[in-house]
T-cell receptor, first 111, second 111 residues
Framework: SQQGEEDPQALSIQEGENATMNCSYK?????LQWYRQNSGRGLVHLIL?????REKHSGRLRVTLDTSKKSSSLLITASRAADTASYFC???????????FGAGTRLTVKP | GAGVSQTPSNKVTEKGKYVELRCDPI?????LYWYRQSLGQGPEFLIY????????DSGLPNDRFFAVRPEGSVSTLKIQRTERGDSAVYLC?????????FGPGTRLTVL
């Protein structure tokens, strides 16, 4: 079963704009991760945020985590056409290493 | 190796046949995971190995699915009496500490 739900399901923006994707989950977590998938294969790890962290940055990526609301957001600043992909959040529960993914947000960045 | 590899990249089989999908994890990674991804969905957890043993196989959909990792490195996912509903991309990932690194997947088509 899937744990997270991404919102929106699809997002279309112009190059240079910022893209924000949200993820909500249902149960307690040890950490939350964001992945990118370009062609229906090969997920690429973007960033991991632990349950005791509230914000992390990596290049043009900014991730926030609100455990009280069971939600996370991924912000991509100054988007590029190459950022076009599906983005998934995945949560890991406290007592094991199983990862549960949401259904993803399909981001399209128009040049 | 440099990354997680999976073979074959594509597999077409007939309903009722037996298939084996192989995963070579990153050298030294003790944890190995199998996921299944249907079109338009996020990866669905199947099974997780820590070393040679299956730490959690709760995601296997039924007893037609089985996975092994006899020497704690390469893993094989085995599907008996395949059904059309088994058609999906089967993803493998490995990790040591922290994020999981994914292979390119095997696209299984059951005719």
């Amino acid at each position: 079963s899937q744990q997270g739900e991404e919102d929106p399901q699809a997002l279309s923006i112009q190059e240079g704009e910022n893209a924000t994707m949200n993820c909500s989950y249902k149960t307690s977590i040890n950490n939350l991760q964001w992945y990118r998938q370009n062609s229906g294969r090969g997920l690429v790890h973007l960033i991991l945020i632990r349950s005791n962290e509230r914000e992390k940055h990596s290049g043009r990526l900014r991730v926030t985590l609100d455990t009280s609301k069971k939600s996370s957001s991924l912000l991509i600043t100054a988007s590029r056409a190459a950022d076009t992909a599906s983005y998934f959040c995945a949560t890991t529960p406290p007592n094991n290493n199983d990862m549960r993914f949401g259904a993803g947000t399909r981001l399209t960045v128009k040049p | 190796g440099a990354g997680v590899s999976q073979t074959p990249s594509n597999k077409v089989t007939e309903k009722g046949k037996y298939v084996e999908l192989r995963c070579d994890p990153i050298s030294g990674h003790t944890a190995l995971y199998w996921y299944r991804q249907s079109l338009g969905q996020g990866p669905e957890f199947l099974i997780y190995f820590q070393g040679t043993g299956a730490a959690d196989d709760s995601g296997l959909p039924n007893d037609r699915f089985f996975a092994v990792r006899p020497e704690g490195s390469v893993s094989t996912l085995k599907i008996q009496r395949t059904e059309r509903g088994d058609s999906a991309v089967y993803l493998c990932a490995s990790s040591q500490v922290g994020p999981q690194f994914f292979g390119p997947g095997t696209r299984l088509t059951v005719l």
